[in-house]
């Protein structure tokens, strides 16, 4: 059976999702939206993934599209398990296989129902066994630092809803704390930005595609940067009008996700032991996550905290390589992997 084991890994994000199939790799990242149609109060699943994405804020009154994780928890608990189900249906083409065990990455802040909400949805999708693996963990393996030693490690894993810096030694976690900030909590910052400043009103696509386009943590050095054209709805007339964002606008708009993630940098090394902290000189602080990909964050950190930092070679699968080396170095990693509660 070891050509066809089944056993996987989920990254289940806030933004997107992540599928590890052991000795197989990374095989399947979609985003992390259902879309499900309304009869009767009976919902009926439509599209998942890119599919559903592309139906975000773009439904009729009938069809609902929704992201049934908020802040790196179940927010829909129904939604979220055909969601599961729809993903390892993709990754196993035969419909009878014998029920994968699947490792979990959760935030570290995740409290023990939220915990319990994931478990159960994995093992209803289908699961023989679920374990649950601390997200900073998860991403300190993908990003291949050497967490089992004695010494000590900074990882900033910053998602879709949540970042959560932590300070790894010995294979567990020394210090960690999550904040609520991520890529989301950006593109409602552009929203709201220009809103109040050009009375322009962007949808969240709108706002996402201004941060991978031209988004960046810090002013750039000639006070404007490149610009784009973006459309959105003039809030004082009411019709649709086109307008152009600089990135020293997205770099204002920015400021206080990115002072928030900052300040939780600096309030993670004020909690670090001093042997640590000094081995966290040596080494820097790592960011991994789809966040870590914003222009000059590594700079804007690093003038910040007086530190080196370095961005994950793979920052946007980091979490899903990490969980899916625990899956295959299970006995190495027994200890951060909890399968029972």
Known sequence: MGAFSADMAIDLGTANTLVYVKGRGVILSEPSVVAYHVKDGVKKVLAVGEDAKLMLGRTPGSIEAIRPMREGVIADFDVAEEMIKHFIRKVHKRSTFSKPKIIVCVPHGATPVEKRAIRQSVLSAGARKAGLIAEPIAAAIGAGMPITDPTGSMVVDIGGGTTEVAVLSLGDIVYARSVRVGGDRMDEAIINYLRRQQNLLIGESTAERIKTSIGTARMPDDGRGSSMQIRGRDLLNGVPKETEISQAQVAEALAEPVQTICEAVMT??????????????????????????LGDLDLALREQTGLAVSIADESLNCVALGTGKALEYEKQLRHAIDYDS
Request: proline letters at 8%.
């Open 268 to 293: 993670a090394l004020e909690a670090t032991p001093p042997d640590l902290a000094a081995d966290i000189v040596d080494r820097g602080v790592m960011l991994t996550g789809g966040g870590a990909l």
